[in-house]
């Protein structure tokens, strides 16, 4: 993804897709409980333990900041990756099947449309959300019935473009090598999906994610302890500052662990899967050699020896 430019203040107040809302009330138990800290301290009863400041702080820092984060980060960003591969593989494998099956150009459009079709549908399919009402100008009628009584579409499309390429190869409109290379990028098509669909179903391990929150509520509520009697009053903002940083933390390793939904921390699959449909409406208004049956002023040429004239490579 590009660099994000947005000015720094902008973005250091933006609400929307931070998680400020998400952790307040955590924020604010422990806001409480560094009140009544205080007020017991003012009242002269002895609650100050310095001692507690060496018991939690570095096993939460440890896991929170570097298994958490980096967890939730791995995945987030290993689904972009696999995203990223079902981008290159679909350019790649359109461009092959419009420059080199020899068939008509309505037939050539309808695998390209399949091919746009399995991104929106591994979109849609990781979302666990019905897929029809965006695939309506992709695929026939009868398809599209097909598709919605399917567990996965996304591996329905991909075997309609398998057989499609068989069924080419077979008519002597690709050669078996043809057939071979796109085979393979569909298979990586077929990858991607089985990727993302690991990482929507493996979620970091419950109990990992039990004693995580267990470690932050023990040392947000023994903060108040550590500093009240240096800090007195200024106890109770340090202590929501505190909490706020390390909640924080917490909550955007779970907003980014699945990165295919509709949030703003998620990734923008509608508008990669855009992207695909015009970068396919693109290669649609070209038009290869294969169907004028003409040189074209790119192809390439062969230099003979000295003394003769240039010969084009038909």
Known sequence: MAEDRRPWFKTLFCLRGSVIRAVMPRVGICVGFALIVTLLDNAG?????????????????????????????????????????????????????????????????????????????????????????????????PQLEKLMGMNSPPLEIAFWLGDYLQVQQLKGRINAYQLQAMTSQLNSLVNSLGGCERILNTPLPLAYSIHLKQLLVMYCLALPFQVVSELNGWTIPVVALVAFAVFGVEEIGLEIENPFGCDRNDLPLNAICQTMEHNIQDLITLTPSIEKNEQQPWQITTLLPMGKEKQNVE
């Open 45 to 141: 009863f002895a609650v100050s333990w310095p001692i507690l400041g060496g018991v939690v702080p570095s096993i939460v820092l440890g896991l929170l900041l570097v298994f958490r984060t980096n967890a939730s980060y791995e995945r987030f960003w290993e689904g972009r990756k696999l995203w990223g591969n079902i981008v290159n593989t679909t350019r790649n494998l359109a461009r092959q099947i419009w420059v080199s099956v020899d068939t008509s150009r309505q037939s050539k459009e309808q695998a390209l449309k399949l091919l746009v079709a399995f991104a929106i549908a591994t979109k849609q399919h990781l979302r666990q959300q019905p897929c029809a009402h965006e695939l309506n100008h992709l695929v026939t009628p």
